[in-house]
């Protein structure tokens, strides 16, 4: 096990009250001054996290990259990313946490936020710089969320529909537009293929195994990666496992021999010379690296 705590909606809320489940706005400069002694040490949250900075600086890091912080920039998180916080002096902007499950009485697409690429796990992806007139938008946008989610759960679909256009004002923003420009079943093909990497990664590490699966041919599924990713089918599969490979690198007390076992590797000097092609670092120097 890693030693990144998980938190839920619930237990980061100001409410002294049960919060709803579902969503959690807030202002980003209140969230962060009762949150920001265990927040800014590496995490995971069980919840879709996006943050709106309006000002300040420092570093987000998401998945062992860092991104420096600065005004009108979005985060887009899904649940399980790990990333912690490193702030110079006072930063501002809005914080909006919500489950899986709260647009899904609402839109006729259960599967809506699939098409979001910033919603894809790849923290690259999920950092997008707003220009002048999208940030200004962004800040009406949220300062609205916030108002409707302070008059209490009675707006909670009025939530829904300003959320829902700060997420599509963001991905014209991204110039990626993968909503309205890429067939939607590839889409969900994408998205089959990347649940079951998070499911069976420590297990399968090879396309074909994968493609048997999904009862498509191994040309298919990785034409398609290539088209929606730039990257092969196995290029996605080995970055799941080198990602858990890090964050179980983070606790001392595993031992490469031991995280070796965990992913199924065969031995740890396998491993070894899997991490080290991938990174370009053995399991001990990455270690070392990251403290």
């Known amino acids: 096990m890693t030693k990144f705590p998980v938190y839920n909606i619930c237990n980061i809320s100001a409410s002294p009250t049960p919060p709803d489940e579902d969503i959690l ?9 009762r949150h920001y002694a265990k927040l800014n040490y590496p995490h995971r949250h069980a919840f879709y996290h ?32 790990v990333h912690g916080w490193q702030f110079e ?12 499950s709260f647009f899904k ?12 690429t910033f ?16 940030f200004k938008e962004g800040e009406r946008l949220m300062g609205q969320m916030l108002k409707a989610a302070e008059d209490g759960q009675a707006h909670e679909d009025l939530i829904r529909v300003l959320l829902l256009r700060f997420l599509i004002l963001a991905d014209e923003a991204s110039g990626k537009k993968v909503a309205n420009t890429v067939p939607h079943q590839k889409v969900l093909t994408l ?4 649940n079951l990497i998070e499911k069976n990664y420590r297990q399968l590490k090879l396309p074909n195994e994968y493609a048997g699966l999904m009862y498509i041919t191994p040309h298919h599924l990785n034409a398609l990666c290539q088209d929606l990713t730039g990257q092969t089918a196995g290029e996605l599969i080995r970055d799941r496992v080198v990602l858990e490979a890090k964050r179980l690198l983070v606790n001392d007390e ?3 021999a031991e995280i070796a076992w965990n992913l199924n590797f065969k031995d740890a000097s396998y491993f070894n010379r899997f991490f080290k092609k991938a990174t370009r670092l053995t399991p001990f120097e990455f270690r070392k690296q990251i403290k």
């Open 25 to 33: 706005v807030e202002d980003f400069a209140q969230y962060i001054s």
């Open 50 to 81: 996006i943050v709106l900075f309006t000002a300040g600086q420092g570093t987000h890091t998401i998945d062992f990259k860092t991104f420096p912080v600065q005004a009108g920039q979005a985060y887009f998180m899904i649940p399980s990313q």
């Open 89 to 100: 002096g006072k930063v501002e902007g809005y914080i909006v946490n919500f489950s899986e």
């Open 105 to 116: 009485s609402f839109l006729l697409n259960s599967a809506y936020l699939d098409q979001f």
């Open 119 to 134: 919603f894809s796990g790849n923290c690259d992806e999920g950092v997008i710089q707003l220009n002048a007139p999208a």
């Open 191 to 194: 998205k089959t293929f990347r």
């Open 254 to 256: 595993m031992t490469a």
